[in-house]
């Protein structure tokens, strides 16, 4: 079946660096796909839906400076945590829907930043 | 308004009993609703999910029910076993005709433990 791949799975970081989390739509083209954050013990929260070739839409509360993510082609959606803080220490997930063959949505495995 | 309420926070089942978790939700513009379940570490996996045109919806073990005029909606398990134990999240959202349901709202989840 389709699958999401995200990387990387984990990553530690020092305060104030950047990060960048890619994801990817490996047998499937994805024109839409889905930024979440979840916390530990918490549900997840969309951050921005994720559109190629167009600027993201963020959710309210969502520093769109702070997370920059970049739909470059049908395959890959990229999120950039700027100038990182132990605060943003968090699982990201991002989910993408094969909109032109099956219309299902597929989840990634997540990606745990720690930010030190 | 986009919430999803879902009870109970914690759930404990012996083997082969019935699990049973439930979820309600406000905004009546919601038209698609899956069960999802994750594992610790990982993305979430869909479970089953189900459509207001019917009532319920089995896929083996797991059934959905689903009451329109409530704006509730519930997962069973039946005959849980220990390799269930994760949590499930329930989610909502507006298809906008059958291509566009990946902005999911979730509700809070429920760690399901399921003692042999």
């Known amino acids: 079946g389709a699958v999401v791949s995200q990387h990387p799975s984990r990553v530690i970081c020092k305060s104030g660096t950047s990060v960048k989390i890619e994801c990817r739509s490996l047998?499937?083209?994805?024109?839409?796909m889905f930024w979440y954050r979840q916390f530990p013990k918490q549900s997840l929260m969309l951050m921005a839906t994720s559109n190629e070739g167009s600027k993201a839409t963020y959710e309210q509360g969502v520093e769109k400076d702070k997370f920059l993510i970049n739909h470059a082609s049908l395959t890959l959606s990229t999120l950039t945590v700027t100038s990182a803080h132990p605060e943003d220490s968090s699982f990201y997930i991002c989910?993408?829907?094969?909109?032109?063959?099956?219309?299902?949505?597929?989840f990634g495995e997540g990606s745990r930043l720690t930010v030190l | 308004q986009q919430q999803v309420k879902q009870s109970p926070q914690s759930l404990i089942v012996q083997k082969g009993g019935i699990s049973i978790i439930n979820c309600a939700y406000e905004n009546t513009a919601f038209d698609y609703f899956p069960w999802y379940q994750q594992f610790p570490g990982k993305g979430p996996a869909l479970l089953i999910a189900i459509r207001p045109d019917v009532s319920e919806k089995k896929e083996g073990r797991f059934t959905i029910s689903f009451n329109k005029s409530a704006k509730q909606f519930s997962l069973h398990i039946m005959d849980s076993q220990p390799g269930d134990s994760a949590t499930y999240f329930c989610?909502?959202?507006?298809?906008?005709?059958?291509?566009?349901?990946?902005?999911?709202?979730f509700g809070q989840g429920t760690i399901l433990t399921v003692h042999p």
């Open positions: 989610a909502a959202s507006i298809s906008a005709g059958g291509t566009s349901y990946g902005k999911l709202t």
């Open positions: 989910s993408a829907q094969d909109r032109v063959v099956t219309g299902e949505l597929f």
């Open positions: 047998d499937f083209q994805a024109t839409t």
